[in-house]
Nanobody, 119 residues
Framework: QVQLVESGGGLVQAGGSLRLSCAAS????????MRWYRQAPGKQRELVAT???????NYADSVKGRFTISKDNAKNTVYLQMNSLKPEDTAVYYC?????????????WGQGTQVTVFS
């Protein structure tokens, strides 16, 4: 029932920028945290960034200083601003929403959006 739809991916030259969006079908304030993951070919899924319902953020060391996660509760949307992109950032980026309810963790995933960075 909970739908997450990513958008904003594409092909970009190294050093460029993209902004990814994750639109949720319900109020994102109901989630304890929303996250961006990515998975590159031949690599394990990697946690990129987290934002809590209170607005606190965390980033993977590989993207710290270059990526910014933010949210707009009124639009039920989470963003990932990606600057100074590197070829190593090439991956499918997935939006994740997590909520703890009655002691259980519930997660929803989007279908992903492709980001390709070329030199």
């Amino acid at each position: 029932q909970v739908q997450l739809v990513e958008s904003g991916g594409g092909l970009v030259q190294a050093g460029g920028s993209l902004r990814l969006s994750c639109a949720a079908s319900i109020n994102i304030f109901s989630f304890n945290a929303m996250r961006w993951y990515r998975q590159a070919p031949g690599k394990q899924r990697e946690l990129v960034a987290t934002i809590t319902s209170g607005g606190k953020t965390n980033y993977a060391d590989s993207v710290k200083g270059r990526f910014t996660i933010s949210k707009d509760n009124a639009k039920n949307t989470v963003y990932l601003q990606m600057n100074s992109l590197k070829p190593e950032d090439t991956a499918v980026y997935y939006c994740n929403a997590a909520r703890i309810q009655i002691g259980d963790l519930f997660e929803s995933w989007g279908q992903g959006t492709q980001v390709t960075v070329f030199s």
